[in-house]
């Protein structure tokens, strides 16, 4: 037995290893085809880090989403509409956002934790829609990217939302002047999405939560005989997936200072992708947050590779639907050699 999970955490190394040898290799590849070597600036590394930072950390819950064999389509609405009760709270009474000039440090943290509420309702929405009525999350979570992106173009009145500026867009995803300490870096949102990954990671690896969503994935039924409850975990992890999904409309807002009813489309494949990249099973029970970290990397390298290098957007698109079929199409490879 102690062979054999000598054994399990080595392949699970190797995986890792993998997966950077991959993140490394597209960086220098995007490196040489890049003119005058700009793909290996500091601010480009830097934009790399603030995009994939949105990725990643809605990757965070669509990774706990995905181990319990579920999906989760309506991340990139609900990003959307984080962004506009972020834009909204922050423009309260008007353009000059008088509540912002009174609360400069308070009013800010009350539009996060608006948006991360607007995203955890969402992902509570989706959670009891699938337990309740006994529906399939991909049905279920496809009807609610249209019914949230409508949510949000309402909410938004069709119109894009510029609040005063503020600390969230000077100092949470500005590049460079934004930076108040040497040792920072990065801007604080990528240090923000890291601190989240290590509390994701440990639930899942050191919480009764996180055993429960490994065993609901790994068989429900099963589960359910062992006491796991299937239902309120499922429902648990679709909130958390939609606070995730809250906390990466809030870092895209900071990037634009902007609440864009129509911004993140798509957003949703590439955090699947991510999730898939990482090593995420979609048949369930297996993934890794880490994982699914380095895959939204992956994919932030790869989109900002590609329009740096001229290609046309719907060869970026080709691209990254072809990287999805052939992760899927490992994982089916490695299911079945279990099997």
Same mark, same amino acid.
């Given at each position: 037995?102690?062979?054999?999970?000598?054994?399990?955490k080595?392949?699970?190394? %190797?995986?890792?290893?993998?997966?950077?040898?991959?993140?490394?290799?597209?960086?220098i590849g995007f490196?040489?085809?890049?003119p005058?070597?700009?793909f290996f600036?500091?601010g480009?590394?830097?934009?790399?880090?603030?995009?994939?930072?949105?990725y990643a950390?809605?990757?965070?819950?669509?990774?706990?989403v995905?181990?319990?064999?579920?999906?989760?389509?309506?991340?990139?609405?609900?990003?959307?509409?984080a962004?506009?009760i972020t834009?909204?709270?922050?423009?309260?009474?008007?353009?000059?956002?008088?509540?912002v000039?009174?609360?400069?440090?308070?009013?800010?943290?009350?539009?996060?934790?608006?948006?991360?509420?607007?995203?955890?309702?969402?992902?509570?929405t989706?959670? %009891?829609?699938?337990?309740?009525?006994?529906?399939?999350?991909?049905?279920?979570?496809?009807g609610?990217?249209?019914?949230?992106?409508?949510l949000?173009?309402?909410?938004?009145d069709?119109q894009?939302?510029?609040?005063?500026? @503020?600390?969230?867009?000077?100092q949470?995803?500005?590049?460079?002047?934004?930076?108040?300490?040497?040792?920072?870096?990065v801007p604080?949102?990528?240090?923000a999405?890291?601190?989240?990954?290590?509390f994701?990671?440990?639930?899942?690896?050191?919480t009764?939560?996180?055993?429960?969503?490994?065993?609901?994935g790994?068989?429900?039924?099963?589960?359910?005989?062992?006491?796991?409850?299937?239902?309120?975990?499922?429902?648990?992890?679709?909130?958390?997936?939609?606070?995730?999904?809250?906390?990466?409309?809030?870092?895209e807002?900071?990037?634009l @200072?902007?609440?864009?009813?129509?911004?993140?489309?798509?957003?949703?494949?590439?955090?699947?992708a991510?999730?898939?990249?990482?090593?995420?099973s979609?048949?369930g029970?297996?993934?890794?947050?880490?994982?699914s970290v380095?895959?939204?990397?992956?994919?932030g390298?790869?989109?900002?590779?590609?329009?740096?290098?001229?290609w046309?957007?719907?060869?970026?698109?080709?691209?990254?639907?072809?990287?999805?079929i052939i992760?899927v199409?490992?994982?089916?490879?490695?299911?079945?050699?279990?099997?």
């Amino acid at each position: 037995m102690n062979a054999l999970t000598q054994s399990s955490k080595f392949s699970a190394m %190797l995986n890792v290893f993998g997966r950077v040898a991959a993140l490394a290799v597209i960086f220098i590849g995007f490196g040489f085809i890049v003119p005058d070597f700009a793909f290996f600036t500091a601010g480009n590394v830097e934009n790399i880090l603030m995009q994939s930072a949105v990725y990643a950390m809605c990757a965070l819950g669509a990774t706990m989403v995905i181990i319990t064999a579920g999906i989760d389509l309506s991340a990139g609405s609900t990003i959307a509409l984080a962004m506009v009760i972020t834009a909204m709270i922050l423009d309260v009474d008007g353009s000059q956002g008088p509540m912002v000039q009174s609360y400069p440090t308070l009013w800010p943290i009350v539009a996060i934790a608006g948006g991360m509420l607007a995203g955890t309702c969402v992902g509570l929405t989706n959670g %009891l829609l699938i337990t309740g009525l006994r529906l399939v999350p991909f049905i279920v979570t496809l009807g609610t990217l249209q019914a949230i992106r409508g949510l949000a173009k309402g909410v938004a009145d069709n119109q894009e939302i510029s609040p005063p500026t @503020n600390w969230l867009y000077r100092q949470l995803m500005f590049p460079v002047q934004g930076r108040t300490f040497h040792w920072q870096i990065v801007p604080w949102g990528v240090w923000a999405t890291l601190v989240a990954a290590l509390f994701a990671a440990a639930l899942m690896r050191y919480t009764r939560l996180g055993r429960w969503i490994y065993a609901v994935g790994s068989n429900a039924d099963t589960a359910r005989l062992c006491g796991v409850p299937v239902l309120r975990t499922r429902i648990m992890v679709y909130a958390m997936a939609g606070a995730f999904a809250g906390l990466a409309g809030v870092l895209e807002f900071s990037k634009l @200072n902007l609440g864009q009813p129509t911004g993140a489309v798509m957003y949703e494949l590439y955090v699947i992708a991510a999730c898939v990249i990482g090593g995420t099973s979609l048949m369930g029970g297996v993934g890794s947050i880490f994982g699914s970290v380095i895959g939204a990397l992956i994919i932030g390298t790869l989109n900002a590779g590609a329009q740096q290098a001229g290609w046309p957007k719907w060869v970026q698109e080709i691209v990254i639907g072809g990287i999805i079929i052939i992760a899927v199409a490992l994982d089916q490879l490695r299911h079945r050699r279990k099997v």
